[in-house]
């Protein structure tokens, strides 16, 4: 039997719906994404950690669930919001409904609700604190009432640092490539291995390594806390600085270590987080979007070229092109409102882009980036 379920924002708006995962309660920031696809590699990107996922596209769940499309260990988000969810999954690579992942993971899902009403509301009014209750803590009389002060409750992701939270506890090496139908997951410890790279886990996902794998790269993986010092001691190639979560003003640890290592001339590019961190070390600013950017099919200019990218977009808060110092350039910007999507500094082998090139799904107008963070670390030799 259908299990209600209730969406509460701190607005005062409530949407009644179909429980599709756990029962409980969670609470996070609303947030809607506009892909049409991926809702699996959406639901495991670390950077949606403590986010309620609307998405806009109607039928979400109708190819299932697999192991091999997972971007984290599991699902990041806090919550997540459709239309519509299929009756029956169909898809040869399906393994899992996505009614049972999401219960299996223990995370709460609505559906049946009015999604374009909802993301008017985030559109209009800008990401809201939300509260998804499902089951039996969403029946009785009070239960409004209960997911009101939830959505309430929840502190913003304004000054939350995620980072160190979601990121790996020790250093770790990677070599899955990237992949191919039937056959899967590259081995790249079988092919040359020229690079080695030092990525910092600020909530990395799996497929921003296998396509620095898949180029060459030895991956280290370490903590976001990790030192500068405990880097340089690795002699790496290269660094990259991952995508994630949350704030990127209070990672002090990570803007340090950044700044330290700007220092030297060792090539450094970073994707989300990691590009807001390093406009963060090089003097610049950071700030709060309304509603941010969620979606696969984001246009982007290549400030250099005019050239126009569609591109995969991830992000709450944006690196402040007002402020930029004389070190850095700004290299793209966004064609929807004109935020900075692309740094590169001008004084080191340094840059960095806002959205996510790897776009595991999606468009991948955006993949030369790793083919010039690869250039760099050539040319440095």
């Known amino acids: 039997m259908n299990k209600p379920a209730i969406l509460a924002l701190e607005d005062g ?3 009644h719906g179909t429980a599709i995962g756990a029962d409980g309660q969670t609470s996070g920031e609303v947030v809607f994404n506009t892909a049409m696809t991926g809702y699996q590699e ?12 609307t998405l806009t596209y109607p039928h979400i769940g109708n190819t299932g669930v697999n ?8 699902i990041a988000a806090a919550g997540l919001v459709i239309r519509d969810l299929p009756l029956i999954a169909s898809n040869f690579r399906s393994e899992q409904t996505l009614s049972d992942y999401l219960k299996s993971q223990n995370v709460l899902g609505i559906a049946d609700i ?11 009014k800008g990401a809201q604190k939300g509260a998804i209750l499902a089951g039996p803590d969403a029946e009785g009389e009070g239960a409004v009432e209960r997911a009101l002060e939830a959505a309430k409750a929840f502190p913003g992701l304004k000054g939350m640092d995620l980072a160190k939270v979601v990121s790996c506890q020790t250093p770790y090496e990677w070599s899955e490539g990237e992949w191919t139908l039937g056959e899967g997951y590259a081995d790249t410890t079988q092919g040359e291995r020229p ?22 790269c030895r991956l280290s993986v370490v903590p976001a806390q990790t030192p500068a010092a405990e880097v340089l001691a690795m ?31 060792i090539p450094m590019f970073g994707i989300c987080l990691g590009h807001q961190l390093l406009a963060l070390a090089s003097g610049a600013k950071t700030v709060k979007m309304s509603h941010g950017h969620h979606g696969a099919n984001h246009p982007v200019q290549d400030l250099d070229t005019g050239k126009v990218m569609i591109t995969s977009q991830n992000h709450g808060f944006a690196a402040d092109e007002s402020t930029l110092p004389a070190t850095l350039r700004a290299t793209h910007r966004s064609l929807f409102d004109g935020t900075l999507q692309g740094i590169e500094r001008t004084d080191r082998p ?7 090139p790897e776009a595991s799904p999606g468009p991948r107008d955006v993949a030369p980036l790793f083919d010039r963070f690869v250039a760099m670390m050539q040319a440095r030799r």
């Not at 959406?42 to 403590?50: A, E, F, N, Q, V």
């Not at 009015?114 to 209009?124: A, K, S």
């Not at 600020?202 to 390594?209: A, E, H, L, Q, V």
């Open 350 to 356: 340094a840059f960095s882009f806002q959205g996510h």
């Open 195 to 216: 690079f080695h790279v030092v990525a910092f886990d600020f909530g990395i996902k799996r497929n921003i390594m296998r396509m620095l794998a898949s180029r060459g």
């Open 235 to 265: 002699n790496p190639d290269g660094i990259f600085l991952a995508n994630g979560p949350g704030d990127p003003e209070p990672c002090d640890y990570a803007i340090k270590a950044i700044e330290q290592l700007l220092e030297t001339d």
């Open 42 to 53: 959406i639901l495991t990107d670390p950077s949606y950690t403590r986010q309620i996922v």
């Open 114 to 124: 009015d999604t374009r009403r909802l993301t008017r509301i985030l559109r209009d």
């Open 13 to 15: 708006s409530v949407f």
């Open 67 to 74: 192991a091999e499309d997972v971007e984290s260990d599991g």
